[in-house]
């Protein structure tokens, strides 16, 4: 699909948002947002997964119990790795199982989460229902969300996925004033060692988390950086608030989350992608 140059003077989200398109999953079929590089560079977008019967239903229980204190991210790399037979250039077949776990834990979020939803429609059918109770009610309503209608945000190529943005405070960083983050695509990684990402234990600790590991580079600080969390002690709360929303509107991959109307009001009511939601008897 052709892209549009994006014009002289915008700002690096508006290129990013310029390069980047959307598709449905039913569009897009097994083929994942990004995908994985292999020794070459080459990035490989293929997703093949086998049949989920009771073979692999008691694996999977068997999982679960010697990994009780894992988190839910940790789960998920699990049931990737038991029912994927393809990722990207990676053939799981006769891979051992924690090379698998290695190799979903360095993917790209948007792809583990497309890899995911894609294995439930594969196991359990495209339709899920989702229980929410929305502000305007105090009534829980169910509603029949259509899984292969989720919109997947999709970049044209990895250098568009990546975007800068311009602190209106900046920072003094390993003894430079810094102006301007460099930023990439979240890896699975960072919510898979941290279990205060995606839950309501710390918010301040999940944004300082994912600003650090969305951020691959400074401006005025060569090569690639990895940040401590010290080093960002001093980011004024107006620049932490502004990245953390950016990095969520530059989410790339699936939006887990369904949009409509009911009786005439908007609704917006999130995937509960849990394993015993999004797998289990409530989700069929």
Not at 11 to 32: A, D, W
Request: hydrophobic share 40%.
């Amino acid at each position: 699909m052709a892209q549009k140059q994006p014009e002289k003077g915008a700002t690096e989200v508006e290129k990013t948002q310029k390069s980047v398109y959307t598709q449905t999953i039913q569009e897009r079929g097994p083929v994942l947002p990004l995908g994985i590089a292999d020794s070459g560079g080459n990035y490989h977008q293929d997703i093949s997964v086998k049949p989920w019967r009771m073979k692999e239903e008691r694996e999977l229980g068997e999982l679960r119990d010697q990994n009780k204190d894992a988190n839910l991210a940790k789960y998920v790399s699990m049931v990737l790795s038991t029912m994927c037979t393809r990722l990207g250039p990676h053939d799981f077949t006769n891979m051992e199982f924690d090379h698998k776990r290695l190799v979903i834990s360095q993917m790209f979020m948007a792809d583990v989460f497309y890899a995911y939803v894609w294995l439930r429609i594969q196991a359990l059918g495209n339709l899920f229902p989702i229980k929410f109770q929305p502000s305007w009610s105090n009534k829980e309503l169910t509603i029949e969300a259509d899984l292969y209608s989720t919109e997947v945000r999709i970049p044209a190529g990895y250098d568009a996925a990546c975007w800068k943005y311009e602190l209106k405070n900046p920072l003094q960083i390993r003894g430079n004033t810094v102006k301007k983050f460099n930023l990439a695509p979240l890896r699975w990684s960072s919510i898979e060692s941290h279990d205060a990402v995606g839950t309501s234990a710390n918010q301040g600790l999940a944004k300082l988390i994912l600003i650090i590991a969305s951020t691959i580079g400074l401006d005025s600080v060569e090569g690639q950086v990895i940040l401590t969390e010290a080093e960002l002690d001093e980011m004024s709360k107006l620049d932490i608030e502004r990245l953390a929303f950016l990095i969520d509107e530059n989410a790339l991959g699936p939006r887990m989350a369904v949009e409509g109307t009911y009786q005439g009001r908007a609704y917006k009511a999130p995937l509960d992608w849990g394993y015993d939601n999004f797998f289990g008897i409530s989700s069929v």
